[in-house]
């Protein structure tokens, strides 16, 4: 596809008082590509953005936006940048027709071209219904919505999204990722998503970033992280009457490193990749019935949480050696 | 609340006369102009401008009937000169005069007007937004403050000739064209004073991060200055010249010139100082005068220049202030990091 790199940071640090926010980042996002920057709260994602869009002053380091320096050439970066922050705020008394006249006025979009590509934005975000409704009135959901017409009407060749998803119904959350899809795969747009929701962002993510007290853990496709946390597989496993489990006979399947009954689960670890169904023949052999069968090593949420783990054992580790 | 149809027919045309003139040159507009437009249009229409000035119209206006009803009496006597603008100085029979009014409703409409201009849009989330444009930060701030200085200008000069306006009706007496003149410079220095306010509002705006407290803390100076500072300085004066009963004159007079040096340092005396010297030709002098200076004197009317060099330092204070207030509001904000 593209290789082109269109943000770059090197060693960027950003330090509030006796807080590092964002800690030696070394970031690169191609052109055209959908990367999530994944995270808990507070592990300097929004200060990233930030910096990336200009609007706060980096400590040390460098960043590249599409060749320019968002430190020295801000008002370039913000014309080709769109950013929607995570409390993305409108002006209640306006309607929406009008917050996004006053966002098409301020980027020096003639009235006129303006009027028209508004009116296309609201078709095309599905707020057409409400647009001469105030703000005020909009749901969560509306309000996004809104926020993302506001985002294109720039027509940036990079948009930030801070946390887009937050506070959304299912059904909102999907229309909202079917927008940003259509963005990044039909228009071509580089898109950088932060969240701490992995499930949603990960639908839709050419790479992500895992993101932790101001590091960058790990980078890549949900699928090379995978492979890169290890061949361990973990299965959990239900059956009618556990206290009959053949553990020892699942122990003797090769591959099978450790086996452990729970309440009412097994949870089996092991290396090999097709270790489910040589569990699950075994177990049908014997003529057991099998309620529930999870195989947890590709979910996103166990690479997360081992990354975040890992990221915090280091800095307690860090610490510890400090003292 | 129900927005007012007039309100929304003037916003309406502002944004239209806006648009008109930018449609000459395509793609390239003015930012400022964009935010001062939009802010404006914000003002107009806001419930707390509609209410704060017809709260300073009614009063002034009955203030002013009052003193009208009132100047009958004291016109026969010595002044016949300057009826129209004296009307603004003299109190009615039961209400303090139209100046006193505005002394003291000023300063609340340029606090109201500037207390969330900037923690308002934080907030709201709008702010974080409205930088992410491509704009300079000068715009926002420039483009905020003028758009409720011009609002400012606009409700006191209409106020101002409406009520001048009433006078002429109501006295009979035509203003001489130094009358004119000293009205303009009263109401030229209404505004400035009220744009001292309409400054420190917005810098406790950009202070403090909640709405309520910038507000609060606005009411508390106002206060301070316009009630406290006047006693403050009686009592700092006592303190250093006690004035006892067998005080000499020098103490007396060091008391009154420290009491009033003080009181000065708050913007309501001056303001007060400066309106009534250019309302009131008669005022000669501000500070304590003694006999051997008045001795030989003829009473009469200050020229024009004359009241205007006795309040120059007045006006200078006002407008310093307002400038150096705004000032550090200008680059504290330019300054300000968004935080996550």
Known sequence: MHDEIIIETRELTKVYGSITAVDHLNLTIKKGEIFGLLGPNGAGKTTTILMLMGLSEPTSGSIRVAGLDPVRQALSVKRIVGYMPDNMGFYGDLTGRENLFYTARLNGISPGRAKKKIEELLVRVGLKEASDRRVREYSKGMRQRLGIADVLLKDPEIIFLDEPTLGLDPEGTKELLDIILQLGKKEGKTILISSHLLHQVQAICDRVGIFVKGKLVAVGSISDLAKEIGSEQVIELKTRDMSVFPTEEIKAIPGVSSVEIHEDMAIIKGEEQDLAPKIVKALVAKDIDIYHLRARSSDLDDIYSRYFHEGEGKENGQTAKAK | ?340
């Not at chain 2, 709008?126 to 930088?131: P, S, V």
């Not at chain 2, 007045?314 to 330019?334: K, P």
């Open chain 2, 1 to 340: 609340m129900a927005k007012l149809p007039k309100l929304s027919k003037i916003k309406d045309f502002i944004q239209k006369k806006g648009s008109k003139a930018d449609s000459e040159n395509i793609e390239s507009t003015n930012p400022l102009a964009t935010v001062f437009l939009k802010e404006l249009a914000d003002q107009l229409s806001s419930t707390r401008f509609f209410i704060l000035f017809s709260l300073i119209t009614l009063t002034g206006i009955v203030s002013f009937y009052s003193a009208a009803s009132n100047i009958r009496g004291a016109t026969e006597d010595v002044i016949s000169n300057f009826v129209l603008i004296r009307l603004f100085t003299t109190s009615g029979s039961s209400l303090p005069s139209f100046t006193w009014f505005v002394s003291i409703l000023g300063p609340l409409v340029g606090l109201s007007m500037g207390f969330d201009a900037i923690n308002g849009e934080q907030n709201s989330g709008t702010m974080t937004r409205l930088l992410a444009q491509p704009i300079y930060r000068d715009d926002v701030i420039n483009g905020k403050f003028l758009a409720r200085l011009f609002v400012l200008v606009l409700m006191t000069l209409a106020l101002g000739f409406f009520v001048a306006g009433m006078g002429i009706i109501m006295t009979g007496v035509p203003p001489t064209g130094e009358e004119v003149i000293r009205l303009l410079l009263y109401l030229g220095l209404s505004i400035v004073y009220m744009a001292f306010w309409l400054a420190l509002a917005m810098l406790l705006s950009l202070v403090f991060r909640q709405t309520a407290t910038s507000a609060l803390c606005g009411i508390s100076l106002w206060l301070f200055f316009s009630i406290f500072v006047p006693i403050l300085a009686d009592m700092i004066a006592d303190a250093i010249f006690p004035v006892t009963k067998n005080a000499d004159a020098l103490t007396q007079l060091y008391n009154v010139r420290v009491s009033q040096g003080v009181s000065r340092l708050s913007p309501s005396t001056l303001y007060s100082e400066a309106s009534v010297t250019l309302l009131s030709p008669n005022v000669r002098t501000l500070g304590p005068v003694l006999l051997e200076q008045v001795y030989g004197a003829i009473s009469g009317f200050l020229p024009l220049d004359q009241s205007l060099l006795l309040i120059w330092p007045h006006i200078t204070g006002l407008v310093a202030g307002t400038l150096i207030i705004f000032g550090i509001t200008y680059t504290l904000f330019l300054r300000q990091e968004i935080r996550a």
